[in-house]
């Protein structure tokens, strides 16, 4: 029988004498040919300490490193094949220049001299037409020289947020959410409410600590759009995204909690049902209790709503407050300043510019793209292309040549993959991690940070000459020495009340091999059983009233994109609900991953 599991390759480390090996692996490389080298891992927030086997300067395969605090001697799936990317058939090796709607290839320092006069000229004497979109997966280097380059050419716009819609809360949101306890302390919980997560999947090393809390006794609850398929007992309550903020006030009421703003007046009109009561008495009688939000609450319109309403049964239970950061740099990112509303360590700035979502909505005429896809990555990318569509003039930097950037960008710029350069990743917990370039990078591809620092001397910028990335990290460690990790948010949210989608709802998860551009390319990992094509999912009461019942296929619609996908019929659907992934290819021309949709027959 296949193992079908997030986790299913750590059986190989099992043989004491490595006779088990993985099928990407095997007759590829002797054992006694390979150079190993120390990594980190770099999709979720776990951070997972692994070694690189090396042959030549390619990676053969990736194992786990021990480190009880972290990852103990396990890593996923995910980090253990998506290495596979890096030697995907669309790698970009050299600078790539679009003259007359044709891409050339030029040299590093015409491509440079190309890339600061092109801003220059967009952005003209206005520095607001100038904004910066940056992968959470980019090292921390990376993302510093990012937001330092934006800052000095005089604007704030700056973002790592892709997938997130609601940003009402900035001004009241701690400095560096994060997970607000240790990694191995997960294990040792009570009881644990997770809003808007599937962690078993998102983040599946944190996932089994859950689960090893759930073995020992601790009560485990879920509010979703969702019900996921879970490893261990635990409640899970189900609610259609516009309601998981009334469902999540009636916790709060059976808590006797209380908020100021919207969350408030929510909590004051709600009412707690029996699944309510039984979270809110499994939280008030643990010891040792939690409240997360996950990916999923991060994506959802009323982000900032759910922010309040979890910081307030936190406080009236006594548990801590913490996220579940997406990718290997969300925390990091937050320390660096790639945000419009916050400098480097944190610091709050006095004329913030703006968000992810309204730099893609009200566009701009300059942009730089940071490791991402945008009709992946995005949270509406439909939008998102249309914008950098329409832009004057879009430079990448990207280890990839995909079709969405050649279609908005007019320069690439080639950069170092993963174990291809040097750099930091700081977990969910907060805990840096620095590693070493392990192989060169393919073709003419430089290290992100060295091309950011270029550039930056070509825009005529100062304070950047340096030397190395360790430079880099260690100036930006001086300027979050003083800062203390703390998820009580400043404040809440006055007049956001709960919105209201008429018709049907998309819900748009992430799934687990869609994450990032590398974890895309991994062959091994794109067979695997979570690797699901794009499917229209709905449950079996709407398919008879949108006159779908036994339909194969059916057309999506959402805003002036539409679809034709597979259809399926899924109880775990709440009614008036469209089960439909984001990132996924056939998504491209959708719009947000929580919105407004429509059926139509195929």
Known sequence: HTVAHELSGNVIDLCPVGALTSKPFRYQARAWELVQKDAIAPHDSVG??????LRGNRVMRVHPRANEAVNEVWISDRDRFSYQGLYSQDRLPRPLLKRDGAWQEIDWRDALEAAATGLKRAMGKDPDQFATLVSPGATLEELYLAQRLTRGLGCANIDHRLRQADFRGDATDPAVPALGMPVAALQNLDAALLIGSNVRKDQPLLGHRLRKAALKGARIAFLNPLGFD????????????????????????????????????????????????????????????????????????????????????????????????????SVGARLAGAVPHREAGGRAVANPGAAAGNLLAAPRKAYMLLGLEPDFDCWNPSQANATLQGAQFVVALSAYRSPSLEACADLLLPVAGFAETSGT???????????????????????????LRVLGNLLDLDGFEYDSSEQVRDELRELCADLQLDNTPGGAVADHPPQELAGLTRIGDVPLYALDPLVRRAEALQQAVDAVPAC????????????????????????????????SVDPRVPDDCVWLSAGLPGTQTLGGQFDQVTLEKG
């Open 48 to 53: 997972s300490n692994i070694h690189l086997h």
């Open 230 to 329: 879970l490893n261990y007992h635990a409640l899970q309550l189900v609610r259609a995204p516009g309601a998981i903020a009334e469902a999540l006030a009636g916790v709060a009421k059976a808590l006797g909690a209380s908020s100021p703003g919207a969350a408030g007046a929510l909590i004051a009109k709600a009412k707690a049902g029996k699944e309510q009561k039984t979270i809110a008495d499994s939280l008030k009688k643990g010891e040792r209790s939690a409240v997360f939000l996950g990916a999923l609450a991060i994506a959802l319109p009323d982000y900032a709503l759910l922010r309040d309403l979890a910081a307030a049964i936190a406080k009236a239970c006594g548990a801590s407050l913490g996220w579940l950061p997406e990718a290997a740099n």
């Open 425 to 451: 990743y700081v977990n969910a917990e907060g805990l840096w991690q620095s590693f070493t370039g392990a192989t060169l990078p393919l073709g003419e591809a430089r290290p992100g940070w060295k091309v």
């Open 536 to 567: 229209i999912r709905i449950n079996s009461a709407l398919a008879r009233a949108q006159g779908l019942e036994g339909a194969d296929s059916a057309v999506v619609v959402q805003g002036e994109g539409k679809a034709s996908l597979p259809l």
